[in-house]
Structures are given as structure tokens and as C-alpha cells.
């Protein structure tokens, strides 16, 4: 493999610029499609845009909220999400709707108890073309979240909106990468995963999926040992014959407890931990329902509790209470065991090292395949030299095959151990040369290239076995060329 | 049977009980058997099974995960093991617990409606509501993934009593579930929609809200019962009343109780009344025949010659040209070409579908994907198909059963016109209840069912599964190959293999249209013989009925003198027991609920 001169954004930025001349002289280039290049070119520079999908109710909203860890998505216990909403990084609140044709306008920014109110007034759902949230927040820095409406709704024109962003007919989804919600695997889900697929198959969707098994606190009716069963789905799914080919590796995650760890108020522990403190029958007895856990004689304030079962739900207060008698002392011992119990550091691992660390790429293979399909709107003899260097660019591109290869990893029929080493030397856990080789990351360069050199020894010997299926004869040879680049001191 | 009846529970209505219904058909019995009519000796056997059997099916279904189990637990207090994800659960009564596996039937065996071709675990338990007849069958969670196994649920729902929907509070309805809601309403018409645990979520109540909201906008009305299975069990461990009442358990027992059972115990009591009028209409004839020869000798030859003209029109009810034969035998042959054009009709659109889908790009990438997808579509179709044929077949018997009854009125007008209503009854009276009963439809219906449901359980899949199309050029090869040429060549490819996939798709259509077809087509036309013999039955019981008036008013006619008194005697004792009975049998039934025959 030679080593690139350029980095993947930077012939992305080159390949635009091209587009754009070559435009020009076949006096192609009206202000419309001026301004679509000039957008694609200014989303190498954005943050990554990341979109929340799933079906009605998955908690996606929820989710965003523990993300960020305030509450600027509104969430109902009814469907709630109803138009695709940006929440981008800014310095100060601000809420901008345009509707109707491009007419803008900003909304006030009204906060009720920590939650945000995305109050469109006058106009209708179906007349807006796009929310923006800005909000001062450090992941917002690093990433444009989009929430986007649940599908399979009742209401089939909220669910059209949602399929109509994340897979539109024409033209490529806006997002980069995706992560996907779901409870428990339904049809409604593997259709959706496939139409993604396929989007991404096709060059029009984003290549990074990060899938989330979520409400994870509620898996198993509630019980506070509910997370634990959660993970044990997610195992299953790993092997779920209704996920071949798509999306297999979700991570449990509830967003409530990652929420309510994150902005876990002084009043609320102290009204917790005066119920953990209650004698256990006493305190099974208002759990038993949400009418007695409210209007039970106690000494702690009803109040107090009703708020406590808004804000935490039964489940949440059940796992908060035992948390507290396993230990969690004070509020923010509890706070950090929330948030640790919820599963939410798990997901912020996974989209470092699948998003945070390939941001670049990610981003470039977005603006290639936007790229891509201005281009084929507007053929010309001009445009097809730079059309089939994009092609080239995007199947050419060893990131992008290293995604593809990462997403169906887990159901490479390999031993666990080979399954881990690959995802380790694909970049799966990092993209640095030392953590996809496993070494610390003060080793000298020598020693990288030898370990390097090894690593490419031993997956050509793993090649050399005759019964290997295509995956998995695919990902060998990636994860040769992933060390050849080490080797050649690329990555 | 395995089921015993506590006869004070079934004394809702407080008109009778269990006994007393028996006792009175038993002594009906002694009359059949004492004016030697056997046949109609059978006919009050069979209501003697359905009284003391009055088992009522109630189907609990939903999506997976939503707490089926645990509801059919807080009913039951049978202690349901989860084993209910991949096997139907069925709770009957018994008087102590027990769980056990039943294995699947072999093939030889005829597997018991409702059963299917799957193994179920038999769950018992001591409880008051599975006393009253109630079964309970807790089906796997239909979660549309596996698009036969909501199929299997369909299959059981037209011998169900009741459906209960179960869905829990941590959501409104979804798309699917709505769906699904409206093919189950079609198969049976009881539903009861059940919100389960409503400890876990304090805000239930809105979700009972939307739940309702959207019910009302797809046009169903059912009743929603928010319900938690655990506090349910708390309650029931620490008998703990208002607690019970909190979750909503004790409700839908009572609603099950009511509406469920009491109904079926209106149409059980109704169809006992009609039996006993029925019989005892057809053992008044050849009485009051009798009698009138031995009131009016004088007129004995005219009265011969009419009982002779309604024998003769009896026989010709029995006849293979009878109008309602003809009926019949039309009726089923446009129902089998009608259910068979149903299916085409449906796959064809399917077929479009899938070729439309072929042409948008290389089919050989998502051979897979688009293999389970039209599996789905084919099976959402044959599932339709069999709404369809459910619905129609129904009809059918309504309308050889009302040409029946027409003819047999206009052939002896003044013997029939009494019980022309009870002919009628085993068609609706009977069709909320156990398909194994004698209903002549749900006996129709169930063997359209069984097959019906092994079509839809087995999969169809094996023709395009087994079909592999040659593997994409993998990318890398494009770039090797240079841009332009490999697009070229590409192009070719993929035309061929669209063409291929297509004749895959028509190749597999033949082999479903064929297969279910087939099923179909046998088993409409076992139900056309099931209602035939039923109705030669009934003409057969009608016929002995007039030739034993006949032959009764005929040897009437020849009694001496001095025995004419005397045997007037006995036919008005024997006449005043048979109305005797026949006010106690009206009895059984509210007068309000009479009309409903």
C-alpha cells in the first residue's frame, strides 16, 4: 500500500473543488448548485452529525438527554418527538424553526424544572422543514445530535418524516452516522435496519451504525436486576437469525438512570435515602404500586415522592434505593453509580472510538456520496472524470472498508479471541497504531513496525486456512492492510 | 373430561343450573327413547356433552415481552413458567396444580383443534373463573418477527370465546399492534384490550388515553383494562383487598365473567331451550297426529292424505335435488373459485411488488433480506386469504340454513312452523363456542382452520432460500478492472440476474398458489360435506318424524272404539309431559334474552 499524501477529507475537499470548476465550464453551475457544494464543503468542517433513530417510544429523546445531560429534548410518557429536531453546539440557547418555504424565525427559550420547551406555536408539524436547538454543551462541540420522530406511529405522517431524513428517495441522508434504538427486536426494526442497510449499501447512508438496546431498566418487569438481564439480550441478539448481514452488536443502555445521574438533584437523594432507609417491609409496601408509593403516610413528604416518581419512574426509584443500600453515600456517590449502573460510559466508549477517532472520515464519505449525487443530477461529460474519481475514493478508501468490516464483525464465525484481535487491529477500540496493535502507547516506533510486521504474519497465516467463508477472508485482508499502513506509518 | 363444572358457579343468571338443564334433557331422553327415536336420542346426547363441557377459550395474545404470561398467571394463580416463548400455554381447571409438556401430536393422530402442530405445555390450577368453563391459552408472543407464528394465533382465534390483547403501559399502541388488532377482531368478535404493568409505570393513565384515541381512529371499539400482574400477586399473597382492587385483576376477571362467560352461558342456555323444543316439536307430531285421527275419525283419510303430502315433502328435503342442496353445492363451488381468486389476486399484487422492488437494484446483494421479506408478504397474504375464507364459509352455512329452513316450512306448513327457529340454532347459536361441539359451521370452519393454520405455520420459503444468484463482482474488482467497463459489464449482470430473480419470484408463486390452493380447495370442500350431512341429518330426523305420524294417524284410524278413549288418555298424558318440559326448558332463559333466537 503507498502512503496517501493526502488525508481522505483533504481529496474530498479537493474533489469538490473540481466538481465546482468543472461545473463552471460546462456552465452547469447555477446559484442552486453553488450553494449545495458550498454545503457539502462546509460539513467537512462541522461537527459529525449524529442522528437518533428507532422506532415510537424507543427513548431516543431520553437518550439525547443523558448524552448531553440536560434535559433540552422534550419527553412524554405519549409520543412526543414529532418533527426531526437538530441539536447543534452554540454559545448561547437559541431555538431557530424555518417553515413554509424557507421563512425563519427563532423561538423563545423557556425552561420549566431543567426541561426545555420546543413549543412551535401557530405552526403545524408538517409545515416545518427544520428545528435547530443550539445549546451551549461540550458534546454538542464534538457532535450535531439529530432526534428524530419514532417510526412505526399511529400517526403515519410523523413516521414519514423520520423515514424521509434517514432514508430519503432521492439524494443521501444528511446524518454521518446513526445510532439506533430499539427495546427488543421487532419486525418493525429489522425493516427498518435493513432500509439502512441498504442506504448505506448503496453509497446514500451514513456507514457507522451504533445500535442500542434501550429502556434497558425496564428489561425483565422492572426488576433491579433488569440491567443485567438487558445485556444478556443484547448477547442474544448477537446471534439473532432475523439481523443476518445487518446491524448485530447493541449496547444496553438506559437513558433514564444516565439522565437522572447526571442531573440527580440534593432533595431528590435526600428524599431516596430516607426510603432506602425504611424498614424493608414498610418500604416494599409503597413499591408496590405508584397510588401507594404516593399517598402512603410516611415521614417523608408526599411531594417530595411525586416528584421523585415523575422524574424516576418506579423502576428507576427501585434501582436508585438499591444502589443506595449498596453503598452509594451522598449524592454524587449516587450520581456517579447511576450513571455507571446505566451503561451510558459504555455508549460514550463506543461512539469515541467508532465516530469520535474517524470523524474525518466519516464526515468525508458523507460529503463524497452528497458529492456523488449532485453530481449524477447534473451529468455532463465534464463531471464524469470527477464522478468516477469519487467512486474510487469511496471504495477505495480502507476507512470506510474498516467500518464495514467492524459493523458485522460480530457475526464473523471465528473464536471469540480472533473476533476481539480484529476488532482491535481494525480500530475498532482506536485508531493509533499502538492500540490497534495492543501495545501501551509509549512503544517506539521499531518496536511498532516489528509488532506490525508480526501482526501481518500471523492474519496472513489465518488467511491461509482453506474453509474460510468471504466475511471472513474479507476481514483478514483488511486487517493486513490495516498493518500494512502501520508499517508504512499512515494510520 | 378433564374439566369439572362447579355447578353452583355457573348460576349467574340465577334461572337454573347445570343440573337442573341436565336432569330435564335426561328426561326427554326417557320420551325419545320410549316413542323409539334414536336419532333424536343423539341429538340430546350431543347437548347433554355441551352443557356439562362448557369450556370457553379465551386467547391471550400481544407482543412479545408485554407480560402475557404473568396476566395468564394473576388470573389463573397457575403458576405459569415462561416457557411461553416458544410454546402455547394452555390453563384449564383442575384441583391441584400441575404443569405439564405435551408433545406434539403425531401425524396420524387428528390433532385437537386450536392445538396445532406444536408441542403445548398443559397448565392446572384450583381457580374459581377456570372452574366456569374458561380455557385459557397463552399464545408466544406474536411479535411479527416470525411472521407464522402470528399466523398460528390467527388460526386459533375463530374457536376462541374471547381475545385478550395484552400491551404494556410503557407505550401506546404501535402501527403493527393496531393492525393486528383489526385481523383479530375480524376472527372473533369479543376483545378485550389489557394494559399490563401499570405498577411500573406511573403515568399509565395517558397511555390508556392515546391507547383510546387511537382505537377510535382505526374504528374499533374495545374495552381497555389497565392490570398488574404483580401487584396482583402481592395482593393475592397478602390478601390484601384493596390492593387487588388497585390492580386491576379482580376487574377483568369480572369483565371476563360477565361479558365472556355470561354470554356464553346465554347462548348455552338458548341453544338447550331450542334442543328441547326442537325434540320435543318432532315427538308432539306423531302425537297429535294420533290424536286428531282418534278426536275425528271422520276425517282420518283427509288427515292420512295430508301427513302423507308432508312425508313426501320431507323426502324431497332429503334429496339431492332439494333446493338447498343445490345451494350448497353452488354456494361452495363459488366460494372455492372466489378464496382461490382471493389468493392470486393478493400475490399477484405481491409479485408486482417484488419486481418492482428487483428492478430498483442488484438483487443478488440482498438476496437474503428480500427472501424474508416476501416471505412475509406471502404469509401476510395467505393470512388474509384466510379471514377471507373464514368469513365467506360462515355465510354460507347461513345461507343453506336459511334455504333449509324456507323449504321445509313450505313443504308442511303447519307441523314445521314452530321450531323453523331451531333449526337455525346450531348455526348461531353454537358458533361462539368450542368448535368441537356440534355447531354444523364451526365444525365447517375448524377443518378449514387446521389447514389454513399449517399453511400458514409452515414456511414457504424453501424455493427462493435454496435459489443462490451468482455473487456480485466485489468492489475491489471494479477498480482493477477499470472504472467504465466494469459499470458495462455490471450493467449486463445485473439485467441477467433481475431477469433470474423474477423467474424465482413467479417460480415460487406457482408452488404457494399450488400448495394453498390445494389445502384450501380440500378443505372447503370438507366443510361443503360437513354441512351436507348436517343438513340430511336434520331432513333424515324430519322425515321419521312425519312417517311416524303418518303410520300413527293411520292405525289410529283402525283402533276399536272401546280402546279410543283410553288411548286418547295416554297420547294427552304423554303430550302434557312434553309442554311441561318445554315450559321448564323456556325457563332457563331470561325472557329478554329469548328474542335473541
Redesign the interface.
Known sequence: MSSQPYSTVDLARMLIRDARSDLQAGSQLSAEVDAELAACQRRLDEPLRVALAG???SGKSTLLNALVGEEIAPT????CTRVVTWFCGSAGPRIELTHDGGRRSSLPVLRTDGRLHLDLGPVTADRVQRLEVGWPSSLLDQYTLVDTPGT???S?DV?ARTLAFLTPDEGTCEADAIVYLM??????D??LL?KL??HA??GRGPLGIVGVLS?AD?TD??LTTSLDAARAASAELRTAR?L???HRDFLAVSGLLALRGQTLRQQEFSTLDQLAALPDDVREAIL?????FVTTELATPAAGREQL??AF???GIRIAISLIRGGARGAPALAAELVRHSGLNDLHRTLRTRFGSRNRQLKAHSALRTLRSILLRHRSPNTARVV?AV??LL??THPFTELRLLAGLVALPVPDRTRNALGQVLGGQGTSATTRLGLPPDTTATHTRAAAFHAIRFWRDQLSEPLLD?PTTQSYRAAIRSCEAIMAGAA | MSVMTDPAARNGTDTGSTTAITELLDRLRLLTDAANRPDLGTHLAQARIRVTDPRLRIVVTGQAGQGMSSLVEAITGAPVIATGKTAPVVASYSDSDFVRLVPAPTAGAEPEAGAGPVPRVEVGAPNDLLAEGVVLIDTPGASGLDTGRAGAVLSLLPAAGAVLFVSDASQEYTEPEIAFLRQIRQLCPTVIGVITKIDLYPRWAYIQRANRTHLTNAGLDIPLLPLSATMGEIARRNSDAELAVESGVPQLVDLVRHRVVGDADIVLRNAVVNDVRFVSDHLAMALNAELDALNDPSCGAELVARLRDAWEAADRLRQRTANWQVVLGDGATELTVEVEHDLRHRLRGVVREAEADIMTSDPAKRWEEFGSWLDGRIAESVQDNFVLAHTRCRALAEKVATRFVAEGRSAVPELYLDHTGSILDPVQSLEPLDSRKTGIVQRAISSVRGSYGGVLMVGLMTGLAGLALVNPYSIGAGVLLGANTFWEDRKSQTSRRQAEAKAAVARLMDDVIFQVGKESKYRLREAQRTLRDHFTTVATEMLRSADDAWRAAQEANQIHTEHRAGRIAEVHNALSDLRQLRVRAAALVPARTMEVT
Do not use: F, W
Open positions: 422506532t415510537l417510544k412524554d410518557a405519549t409520543e412505526s406511529s399511529n403515519r413516521s427495546r427488543s427486536l421487532h419486525s418493525a429489522v425493516a435493513r442497510h441498504e449499501g448503496t429502556r425496564e418487569g422492572g432475523e443476518n448481514g445487518l408496590v404500586s405508584p397510588g401507594r416518581l415523575t419512574g418506579m423502576v468516477s467512486d474510487r471504495a477505495d468471504q
